[in-house]
C-alpha cells in the first residue's frame, strides 16, 4: 500500500497513530480507506487505565486480543503505553487498516505488535484452547458485538471488553431487533442509558451461562456513541440467578429494579412500564475502580477520566434506575435544583444517595419519586 497524502499521523495518549485523514475531517468518520474515530479517544482511554490496573495484579501470560482493530489505535496503545502487556494481537477484515497499523507499531518501535487478517470469530477461536486464551480480550464492532467467541478467547480470571453501537436498537427504536439481539427489550426513559447497559450485561450474562462461564461487570462507561462494558470471566458454571426487570411508571415516575416484574405503580397504581429481562446485578467492582483510580495519574490520559472513576465509586453500591435534575424539575414544575444540594438534602432525611457516571445532572436514590418530590419541595 502506498501511504500518501491521505494519510496522516496523530499521537493520541503516549503513540504515534497512522490514520486516514478524512476521519479528522467529517463528522462520522468514514470506513474507507480505514475506520478511525477521533471522538473514541475517551473509550480508549478507559481502556488502558483498566486494562493496566487489572495488568498489575494478573498472574499469568498477559496478552491482548483486539479482535476488531481498524487501524490498530486501542492495541497500539495498549503495546505501547502499558508497560506489563506482553504481547499484542489485532485483528480486522481490512487490509488497509492493517497496514496503516503495522506502520504505526514500526513508528513507535514496538516489537509485541502482531497482525491478523481474518473474520473476528475465526481470529477468536484461534485464541480459544486452553493455554492459547488472552488476558484480555475486546471486541469494538460497528452495531451489535458477537459474544461467544470472545468469551471463549478470554483467560479464566481474564477480562473480556464489548463495545455496542446500536443506540436506536438499545433505545427502544426497533424492539424486534432488541430482542433478537439482546434477548430484552428496552424502554424510553431518562435513565436509558443504564437500561442499555444493563441489556448488554444480561446478553452478555446469558451467552456466557450456556457456556459455562460466569461473567461479571466491573467497569461501565458511555457517551453519545457508544456503550462500553468491561467484564470478568470466570470457567465455572454461572449458577447464580442475575437477571430481572426494570418497571417504571410514566404517570408518577416511580420506578424499580428487581428480578420480578411489577405490573402496576405501588404509588398512583397506573400499568408499568417494563424493561428486560436483563442484569439486575451491580454495574461496577468496587475494589477494581479503586484500582483504576490509583492508575489513572500514571497514565497519559484525559483528566476527566479520573473524576469519572470517581463518580462510579460512589455509586457502585447504590440502587438502580437514577433519576436526573431534569425529570425532577419538569415534575415539580421549576428550575432544576444543583446536584450536590439534591443528594444532601435526600441524605441529610436518611436516605442514601450519589451522583452518577452516566449523567452529569443524574442522582441515585432509595427515596421514592413522592418522596423526592416532597422533599426537593422544602
Ligand atoms: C469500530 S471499528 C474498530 C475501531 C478500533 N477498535 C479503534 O479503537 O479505533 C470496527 C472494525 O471492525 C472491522 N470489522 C467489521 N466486521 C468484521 C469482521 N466480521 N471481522 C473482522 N473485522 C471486522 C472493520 O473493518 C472495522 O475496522
Ligand atoms: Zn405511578
Known sequence: MQLNQEITTITEGKTKILIPK???????????????????KISRDFSIIAYSAFLKKFHGPKTFLDAMSGVGARGLRVANEISQVEQVFVNDLNPTALELGRKSAELNNLQNYNISEDETCRFLSSFSKKGMRGAIVDIDPFGSPTLDCGIRATVHGGIFSVTATDLQVLHGLFNDACKKKYYGTPIKTEYADEIAVRLILGCIHLVAARLDVEATPIFVENNMHYY??????????DTRDIMGFISHCKSCGNRGIAKDRKELCDICNAKMEVA??????NLFEKEFLKDMLEEAPNLAVDKKCGKLIEKCILESDMPGCYYTLDEVAEMRKSSPASLE????????????????SFN??????????????????I
Open 228 to 237: 462500553r462494558v468491561y467484564v470478568r470471566i470466570l470457567n465455572k458454571p
Open 276 to 281: 428486560g429481562p436483563l442484569w439486575v446485578g
Open 360 to 377: 452529569p445532572t443524574g442522582f441515585r436514590t432509595d427515596c421514592k419519586i413522592n418522596k423526592i418530590l416532597e422533599l426537593f419541595s
Open 22 to 40: 478524512a476521519s479528522l475531517e467529517n463528522k462520522v468518520p468514514p470506513r474507507d480507506v480505514a475506520f478511525f474515530n477521533p471522538r473514541a
Open 341 to 356: 444540594k439534591s443528594i444532601m438534602r435526600l441524605q441529610d432525611n436518611g436516605f442514601v444517595s450519589s451522583p452518577t
